[in-house]
């Protein structure tokens, strides 16, 4: 059974740090581009970051840039992310998710346009883990 399985959510106060982990059971993360999204309450899911399956590129959106970072650990079959500095916006559910599109984005022209943030180019995902940033 291909499984997703996120943690290390919580309640955090405003400028404080939380670890979320994402592992994978029944198949390998090796090849697969590995996506974060979160869901705040009443709005749509968003992309938030994406590592590609090499682990050589990822891509965040604009504003977790600087604050959230996301590493792979191939040997455990995991995903991490970072996440510092988090504000009261960053409150959520967080979702990982696994894609096996070839490219994190592409141009048209001179125009560059993401696939990660496509919730239908992944083929797995996880149950979610809350995060409460509140004081």
């Known amino acids: 059974q291909l499984q997703l399985v996120e943690s290390g959510g919580g309640l955090v106060q405003p400028g404080g740090s939380l670890r979320l982990s994402c592992a994978a059971s029944?198949?390998?993360?090796?090849?697969?581009?590995i996506g974060w999204f979160r869901q705040a309450s009443g709005k749509e899911r968003e992309g938030v970051v994406c590592?590609?399956?090499?682990?050589?590129?990822?891509e965040y959106t604009d504003s977790v840039k600087g604050r959230f970072t996301i590493s792979r650990d191939n040997a455990k079959n995991t995903v991490h992310l970072q996440m510092n500095s988090l504000k009261p916006e960053d409150t959520a559910v967080y979702y990982c998710?696994?894609?096996?599109?070839?490219?994190?984005?592409?141009?048209?022209?001179?125009?560059?346009?993401?696939?990660?943030?496509?919730?239908?180019?992944?083929?797995?995902w996880g149950q979610g883990t809350q995060v409460i940033v509140s004081s």
């Open positions: 029944g198949f390998s993360l090796d090849y697969y581009n």
């Open positions: 998710a696994a894609g096996s599109f070839p490219a994190l984005g592409y141009y048209s022209g001179s125009d560059y346009y993401t696939t990660w943030r496509r919730p239908g180019e992944y083929d797995n």
């Open positions: 590592i590609s399956f090499s682990g050589g590129v990822a």
